[in-house]
Nanobody, 122 residues
């Protein structure tokens, strides 16, 4: 069956870094656009970054531009999110997701991981 498994979350101080990973299985990983979303308590889920199949086109929400980098290794079916200069407002559950065609709308994503928690303290 289809699985997306995230890892790499944790607790860091403001200014620190974390790298999230997401391993996909059970579907044609390289044919899917991949995205990272996050959801903080009491807030809606928001798209953070997405990357297309060719690994050459990536998009970021304004609040993370210059601090986060999304990448993918299609040979390993793995998606990454390098997060630098973390801020308390980055605290959220982070999810990876896969879509045949993607944008910032969570509704277009077909497959989702279970999430990994990122907590940034001031």
């Amino acid at each position: 069956q289809v699985q997306l498994v995230e890892s790499g979350g944790g607790s860091v101080q403001a200014g620190g870094s974390l790298t999230l990973s997401c391993v996909g299985s059970g579907y044609a990983y390289s044919n899917y656009c991949m995205g990272w979303f996050r959801q903080a308590p009491g807030k809606e889920r928001e798209g953070v970054a997405r990357i297309y199949t060719d690994n050459g086109s990536a998009y970021y929400v304004d609040s993370v531009k210059g601090r986060f980098t999304i990448s993918r290794d299609n040979a390993k079916n793995t998606l990454y999110l390098q997060m630098n200069s973390l801020k308390p407002e980055d605290t959220a559950m982070y999810y990876c997701a896969a879509a045949e065609w993607c944008n910032w709308s969570a509704s277009v994503y077909k497959y989702w991981g279970q999430g990994t928690q990122v907590t940034v303290s001031s």
